[in-house]
């Protein structure tokens, strides 16, 4: 079955994480990816964990793409990558604001050559500003954004992830973004730049709090796994060592848990009708419901919050996510033939459509693997540049 984006075709020349993946997304979906890296490869190649030496990051985000070699800095790469772009609907680029045009591959020299090209650009601080050229991680992103501020216990320092969460959701953004401007495309016949900074689609996620500090001056400060929106809502230690987490933003939800645990003389205090209200005895909550979760197995924990219709879902490990039945029903982890590591596990695609379904094609593949191949459709004299130390 075609892909939805079957015919389009993306040029990936971003390197990590939030470029590379937003390129994986669309791949995903049926567009045509080829991943152009510098000889040495990506870095995200040696990142983390390997098997055999084969880097296993690289597996997922590399996955769907056809890989070659290209380097952008010499004459040579130049004039190849301009024949690329001919034929390609979008570019996805992470070089620091002005490389490119160094090079001579701006965007105006690049819609001379393709002007229904679509370049998204994803930087850490976007295209302007005094911190522009910055070098830019998520790290930082997660540290400006007001992410790290809000996250870990109150008497303790600000916390970021232990995993690269500001660059996932930058790269959802820009798979959003470029398809966005690709349907602009279809009305108007132009490509356009698209340029993402890491640092504000998680302030985004981050809800109202600029909107609560400009209009009550009020800074969210941390609560551990603590809301201040509702209560009860944690993560609470079972009898046999596991862990379970509730939410209670629903009233009905709230009640129900109350119930469930023995102390239905909760729902009628005055506070208990409020969330925010419920929050502030968050403390009485969390001894009744942690003493009950306490003296229960794991499994008899959700057990009885299903049959109580209270939402509670276990905390996982990656190895309990792989043999959970709702993720199977879903089919959340699929399971990719490789021609190095043969069949690995990772995760499908992000979501279900009913008449044309993504499907992962293959996992990533060796450094320069397409080259020959996908050079050859410019009449490219690959030898050649390979005596270069181009390709």
């Known amino acids: 079955m075609t892909g939805a984006l079957s015919g389009v075709r993306v040029l990936d020349t971003a390197t990590l994480f939030a470029g590379p993946l937003a390129a994986t997304l669309l791949g995903d979906y049926g567009a045509e990816v080829i991943k152009i890296e510098h000889p040495k490869g990506d870095p995200v190649r040696s990142h983390g964990a390997q098997r055999d030496g084969v880097g296993l990051w690289w597996k997922m985000l590399g996955r769907g793409k056809k890989a070659i070699t290209l380097y952008l800095g010499s004459p040579e790469g130049q004039e190849v990558f301009r024949k690329m772009v001919a034929d390609a609907d979008v570019v996805i680029e992470n070089f620091r604001p002005g490389t490119l045009e160094r090079w001579g591959l701006g965007y105006d020299e690049l819609r001379e050559i393709n002007p229904r090209l679509v370049l998204a650009r994803v930087t850490g601080f976007g295209q302007v ?20 501020a809000i996250t870990g216990e109150p008497d303790g320092p600000p916390t970021l992830p232990p995993f690269g969460l500001a660059d996932g ?25 698209v340029d993402l900074a890491i640092i504000e689609p998680i302030l985004t996620l981050l809800g109202p709090q600029i909107i609560a500090y400009d209009q009550l ?21 079972t009898r046999d060592g596991g862990w379970v987490a509730i939410s209670t933003s629903a009233q009905s939800i709230a009640e129900r848990v109350m119930r469930l645990v023995g ?23 969390d001894d009744a419901v942690g003493s009950w979760i306490a003296e229960r197995d794991r499994d008899e924990v959700v057990k009885a919050f299903e049959e109580a219709q209270a939402a509670v879902a276990p905390i996982y490990t990656a190895a309990e996510v792989m043999t959970d039945p709702q993720f199977e029903a879903l089919g959340t982890i699929a399971t990719v033939d490789d021609d190095e590591l043969g069949p690995v596990k990772m995760q499908n695609v992000l979501f279900r459509l009913s ?37």
Do not use: C
Request: hydrophobic share 35%; glycine share 12%.
């Open 129 to 148: 500003g005094p911190y522009a050229k910055r070098p830019g991680f998520g790290t930082l992103a997660e540290a400006m954004s007001g992410f790290a």
């Open 169 to 193: 959701i930058a790269a959802l953004t820009t798979a959003y973004a470029v398809m966005t401007a690709l349907r602009a495309r279809e009305q108007t016949g132009r490509g356009q730049i």
């Open 355 to 391: 008449d044309t379904p993504g499907r992962i094609t293959s996992a990533g593949a060796p450094l320069g693997a397409h080259t020959d191949e996908v050079l050859g459709r410019y009449g490219v004299d690959v030898a050649a540049l390979r005596d270069k130390g181009v390709v």
């Open 217 to 237: 001056g009020q800074l969210q400060e941390r609560t551990g796994n603590r809301s201040v929106n509702n209560a009860p809502r944690n993560t609470y230690r």
């Open 263 to 285: 102390r239905p003389e909760f729902i009628d205090e005055p506070w208990f009708a409020s969330g925010a209200e419920r929050a502030e005895h968050a403390d009485e909550l």
